[in-house]
């Protein structure tokens, strides 16, 4: 049975990202923490409609947009999040709001790298697609035995039709959609490494 017109995550993600992209490409806007955790909320299913590979990420991503969605009712902007611990000596210190932030920036870029490999791809399997962006997004963060459970967990990834069944898309709506996210999530994602490169706090960590 079909989901009504509302019900297209796919459709609500590009169109939240694209509020963000503005508020990044604008001179005078900061982007709120408030409008940025709940846009990212809305890519935590994706997670799941990749079944057991991501599972951790699933996981990981949901706890940390979590948090920053709690601390959006104190705190305005991911300029004054960063700020915030700064202050506190407390920006790489696990739990840290700058650290979860971090690493939603790091779930945002994969679903984006994941996005442009489908985009570029022909078959029905998301192996690679879902690997290259493993590779160049998560791989570089994780040990060895979080790795090899990722490699054994893509051989359980769903088809592209599978995907895009799950999603409520057919391929030429889920292309647009795809496209959109990519373009909007790429100034936004851009924005939160500026701001940590601001403050000489650096992003590979």
């Known amino acids: 049975m079909a989901m009504a017109e509302d019900q297209k995550p796919l459709r609500k993600i590009a169109d939240s990202f694209k509020d963000l992209a503005a508020a990044a490409d604008s001179e005078t806007l ?13 890519v935590s299913p994706l997670f799941g409609c990749l079944g057991i590979a991501f599972k951790f990420a699933e996981m990981d991503y949901v706890a940390k947009v979590n948090d920053l969605a709690e601390a959006s009712k104190s705190i305005a902007t991911l300029n004054s999040l960063l700020d915030h611990d700064v202050a506190q000596n407390s920006v790489r210190k696990a739990g840290s709001h700058s650290r979860n932030l971090l690493r939603v920036k790091r779930g945002l870029d994969m679903v984006r790298v994941l996005f442009e490999q489908i985009l570029l791809s022909e078959g029905n399997s998301l192996r690679d ?4 962006a493993y ?8 040990g060895w035995a979080i790795r090899k459970a990722v490699a054994a ?10 995907l895009l069944k799950k999603l409520n898309e057919d391929e030429g709506s889920a292309r647009i959609q795809m496209q ?5 999530s790429a100034p936004v994602i851009l924005y939160i490494d500026r701001l940590f490169h601001l403050r000489n706090l650096g992003t590979d960590w």
């Open 153 to 162: 967990g893509m051989y359980a990834l769903p088809t592209r039709a599978q």
């Open 135 to 142: 590779t160049r997004v998560f791989a570089p963060h994780h």
């Open 129 to 132: 697609p879902a690997s290259i």
């Open 180 to 184: 959109n996210y990519v373009t909007a």
């Open 30 to 42: 900061s982007m709120e923490v408030q409008s940025f955790s709940h846009a990212c909320s809305l």
